[in-house]
């Protein structure tokens, strides 16, 4: 058997994080500038059905075995051997890797599940749809999250700019005006389970002011569908400045995060906000292409910990 490789890229959202937790739409682009990536590599001298999961980046080097149930690495090979059923498992070992920060809300958690399972699937000679991946990604993500959405792993095995809600026919967003978007890292983790409880601890104490502010969010996304189609990158830029707003209200923002996010805006950015779960993690510029550099020196110089430059467009981004 072969050695496989499979790769899976970073996420970030655009529009609609927290409230498409509560049934809105969410904006949301696959980023190719890092990725976590997946390597089976077969082992012909073990038993057959040996399975050794080595991911250095955490200092991981086990059997499958000794894993707990609930480890995600050990539930995407659960789900996968679940799902294709082979007659025969061979010896192998899964190596892992990922380029993408950990807490940060660029999906590194289920881009990590998405590469395991692809490569799996195709090293049994039996590669599943992107669906399926999906899928069974949303499984693992119940175990990192709790009350996923479904968006990062939707994004992140369909590899394509999203307009997503959940209950409803994906769409696929076709994207005929090049925007240019500049990533910044805080630094900060913080796990979007967390935020994810501290929105609903707050939702459930005032349930009618905390549904405004998911219904505003969710109506901005909507509006943001349409300029991100028609490429008008001012009412992008409106629209991200008024989801932070709505982002901040429900208190997962950070003072770093405003910090960069005021940067952006006076380096020119049409708009900025937090992406992700928040209180750390990214934040997200739109920028045009002639103040890029700007937008990213100033993060740079603000303390951001990295930066990334994205071009979103129809065929392939930068
Ligand atoms: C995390 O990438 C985005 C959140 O909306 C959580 C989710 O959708 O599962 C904060």
Redesign the pocket.
Known sequence: MPVVFKKAPGKI?LFG??A??YGHP?IAIPVRKVNATARILPDISSQPGNIRIQAEDIQLDSNYTDLAENHPLAAAVRLTLQEIAPMHIPSFTIQISSTIPISA?M?SGAAVTVALIRALSSFLGAPLSNETISNLTFEVEKIH?GT??G??NTVISFEKPIYFEQEKTLETLKIKHPTHWVIADTGEKTP?HE??SAVREKHNENPEKYNAIFKSIGSITQKARRSLIQGDVDALGHLMDENQTLLEALGVSSPRLDTLIDKARTAGASGAKLS??GRGGNMIALAHPDNIVDIERALTNAGAKRVIYTKLMEAAQR
Do not use: K, L, M, Y
């Open positions: 959202i994080e927290h498409v937790v969410a809300g999906g999250h996923p959405s968006i990062d979007t935020t994810v992700g779960g």
